[in-house]
């Protein structure tokens, strides 16, 4: 029997369509932690007319974490109750907003934070098969996206010194089979890779004791092997994502609330203001190709499309040329930013902390030609799949696409 | 890639045989084995494999057989409660979306044993009132003192709403039951407004004897923590405590005093009550707690600052970490008192960070049991 079933299994194996190639905003700032769009998305929408409001849903907790959109799910992380110590998983249908199923938890770390944030303030990633969420008491769970449990690892449960309680906030990064998190603070302090599979830990780490809060980024290298970069207060980091080895090493101040951006042969980041570096096909450390003083992001990371490079710096977005660092434009925004804004068909979509959404024009200058208020603070990037916008606020996820 | 509808009507009809060959119904022995290698989960990944096969199998369980699973329930095993709670929302959610129902029966027949783990029951509470919202309101009205303290938050949100709801025409009646329900309250937003409430009444409320808050210490300082090397030098509090002697500080000869805080969460702010405000500086607090027996407690201290605490000498938590926020019950440490005095120590370490942010030096302590529950002193 046991011959039998192996052999439908297999049979069936062969046929099932992967859901990889549909996973097409699954990770932290989108592909390539780049959020750059080419889908129309509405310019504006009304909370209350329901103008380009698809759907709305109801959440089960805050979180101040970004939705991803995997095959035909929405997928987003929230936490609750008293002391935040619940944490949700909830898939949501992309077409109709009906939730498909919700997973809970219970945090076995540290679930403290500073009121604004939350626990559930990393965003999730997909590799199109699971879902890795992760959590600010650093809990990592692993589900199919039928919402099977795969695995469940509680890295504070093992490392019970890791936590921050302002909030941790560094998403997790896929690089091959490897799932890397940055748990950067001032206590158990280490990046660490986790076999995908299975949840074991296949290496980790120790880092700088220092709050940190910048997310790691993965990329594939010329040998089909992946490097991982981890930025942190004292510089940028590359190592082997299979090992954790480390392949070369930027010293530089850097902040630790961005993340890196890497775009073709060109690293961005904050060190400086912003640094742009050169890779080389040795995979020796990179040069500094320049730095630009004025482009200090607090928030939110950078942001490269073609030519021009886009710095949210306080409340002025600043759009530099990409390949020099020199200022093109800026425009003062209102109020206060986390979210990282998405670039959509020439336009730049900004969230802040009070709900206010503002969308900037982008071209030879910069210019607010939407600005409407949604009700809620945001402060996850969105995600945007063909003509919709998919965002969370405190308490609900929306899409917004033209009807 | 794309496959043709032949193809494809196979590929369905194999995946239905597969089904019907692979799904062997679960009995009651093989669901407490398969529960067993789930709590045989360790650190860092450990069993994970088996595990992960046991997650499988059960998730074929029938909705009949929950409770069997939620007896596997062990709530010291916070890993492997969250594997099995996966599993049993997984078959009772798949079970609502094919047609079926809640075994609301079994349920509340498990939910009612308050012997029976308190994640179990929570996990059991949660699908019970999505099956029937309306046995809600049934199970909160008696569940004040539940052992599980999210159904007892719950059930004191309930409580108070109906003590609000004739607070206008029955003050004294409303006064009673706010009374009735802080007892049992745990959780700091709940005693805060429950303790509004009973101030607006003509009410009283001790927050400090409420929380069991220590809120007389002796006190001595400053010693050197330039660069934050003090943390780990043992000043001379650490070796003996007398209250008498003088002792070698930062800047001299330095005096143990006395100080009752009169902030009703137990806040000592080092700041205002040192001699002066101190940068790279560490301080000792020193008190005593007479204990009616020998008993295992929870030591709860919230502190912005680096901390060590002491209990008869033991060291029971050690944190070096330095302002990133503070809450009461930051941190929580098991130590056992001893019939009669015990002698309590606390090492508050301050920096040197400059930022408006950063210049808060300031401890506050409570011992309670595990749920929270206030252990005074049996001399308060």
Redesign the interface.
């Known amino acids: ?1 046991k011959i ?2 192996i052999i ?2 297999f ?2 194996l062969q ?3 992967t859901n990889a190639e549909s996973a097409d905003w699954a990770d932290f700032r989108g592909p390539n932690g780049n959020p750059v769009h080419d889908g129309k998305l509405p310019l504006r929408w009304d909370i209350d007319g329901k103008e380009n409001v698809a759907w709305k849903a109801n959440l089960p907790g805050r979180g101040v974490s970004s939705p991803i959109a995997v095959g035909n799910l929405v997928v987003v992380t929230a936490s609750a ?3 935040q110590q ?1 944490l949700y998983v909830v898939a949501f249908d992309q077409q109709t907003g009906e939730q498909r ?6 945090a ?1 770390g540290r679930t ?3 009121p604004t944030s939350s626990n559930a303030a990393p965003t999730p990633v997909s590799d199109g098969e699971y879902i890795y969420a992760f959590y600010s008491s650093n ?1 990592l ?1 692993c ?1 199919d996206l039928k ?8 890295l504070a ?2 490392y019970p ?1 890791a936590g ?4 941790m906030a560094s998403s997790p990064a896929i690089a091959g089979d490897v799932v890397v998190v940055q748990i950067e ?3 158990d302090s280490f990046a660490s890779g ?2 995908r599979f ?4 296949l290496w980790r780490v120790p880092r700088d004791p220092r ?1 940190n809060w910048s997310s790691p980024v993965a990329y594939q290298i010329n040998d089909g092997s992946f490097t991982v970069l981890l930025q942190s207060p004292t510089g940028l980091n590359a190592v082997d994502a299979k090992t954790g080895n480390e392949r070369w090493t930027k010293e530089m101040s850097c902040g630790n609330i961005t993340s890196p951006l890497k775009v073709g042969q060109a690293i961005y980041f904050g060190a400086g203001g912003t640094t742009r570096l050169k890779l080389n096909s040795k995979g020796t450390t990179p040069e500094v190709v320049w730095n630009a003083n004025r482009l200090t992001a607090n928030a939110a990371s950078p942001i490269v499309d073609g030519e021009n490079l886009y710095i949210l710096s306080g409340s002025i977005i600043k759009s530099a040329d990409a390949n020099t660092g020199d200022l093109n434009w800026q425009v003062r925004l209102k109020g206060r930013f986390w979210a990282t804004p998405i670039l959509s068909n020439g336009h730049l979509y900004f969230f802040n902390q009070d709900g206010l959404v503002q969308i900037v024009k982008v071209g030879e200058t910069g210019e607010v030609v939407e600005e409407f208020e949604i009700g809620e603070p945001v402060l996850g990037t969105p995600a945007a799949v063909g003509n919709a916008l998919y965002f969370r606020s405190d308490k609900h996820l929306w899409k917004i696409s033209h009807p | 890639m794309r496959y043709s509808l032949k193809t494809k009507m196979l590929c369905s009809l194999c995946c239905l045989v597969a089904l019907a060959v692979s799904v062997p119904p679960v009995d009651g022995v093989e669901i407490e084995n398969l529960t067993k290698t789930i709590n045989a989960i360790g650190p860092k990944g450990l069993g994970h494999a088996k595990a992960r096969q046991a997650v499988a199998e059960l998730t074929k369980c029938d909705v009949n057989q929950i409770v069997l699973i939620l007896d596997g329930f062990d709530s010291s095993n916070k890993l492997a409660v969250n594997w099995l709670r996966a599993v049993v929302d997984t078959v009772l959610e798949n079970s609502l979306q094919s047609g079926g129902t809640i075994p609301l029966d079994s349920l509340m027949g498990f939910l009612a044993d308050t012997d029976n783990d308190a994640s179990a029951r929570r996990v059991a509470y949660e699908w019970i009132t999505e099956g029937n919202p309306e046995l809600r309101e049934r199970i909160l009205k008696t569940a004040l003192g539940d052992p599980s303290l999210e159904i007892r938050r719950e059930a004191i949100d309930h409580a108070v709403s109906r003590a609000l709801s004739i607070k206008d025409d029955a003050g004294p009646e409303a006064l009673k039951q706010l009374k009735l329900t802080l007892s049992s309250a745990r959780d700091l937003d709940q005693i805060d407004q429950i303790t509004t409430e009973i101030e607006s009444l003509g009410g009283e409320v001790d927050l400090p004897t409420h929380f069991g808050f220590l809120v007389t210490w002796n006190l001595i300082g400053p010693f050197d923590n330039s660069g934050t090397k003090g943390f780990d030098v043992a000043y001379a509090p650490e070796s003996a405590i007398d209250l008498q002697d003088a002792v070698e500080g930062k800047n001299g000869n330095i005096r143990w005093f006395e100080h009752s805080s009169e902030d009703p969460y137990g806040l000592l702010d080092l700041n205002t009550i040192m001699p002066e405000k101190y940068k790279g500086a560490i301080a000792y607090a020193h008190t005593t707690f007479e204990s009616d027996k020998k008993q295992s407690v929870d030591i709860r201290l919230g502190c912005i600052n680096g901390n060590k605490i002491w209990v008869n000498g033991n060291l029971i938590t050690s944190n070096h970490v330095y302002h990133a926020n503070t809450s009461i019950d930051q941190y929580i440490a098991r130590a056992t008192l001893n019939k009669g005095r015990n002698d309590i120590l606390v090492k508050i370490a301050q920096n040197e960070q400059e930022e408006s942010w950063a210049q808060r030096w300031q401890f506050q302590l409570r011992i309670c049991d595990e749920s929270g529950t206030a252990i005074l002193p049996s001399d308060r």
């Open positions: 029997m039998l079933q439908f299994a049979v069936c046929f099932v369509e109750g008293a002391k619940k199923w919700k997973r809970s938890f219970w076995t403290y934070t500073h809990d769970v589900l919402g099977n449990l795969m695995w469940y690892r509680g449960h093992d010194k921050n309680d302002v909030g603070n001032q206590g986790i076999d299975t949840g074991k830990e709050a």
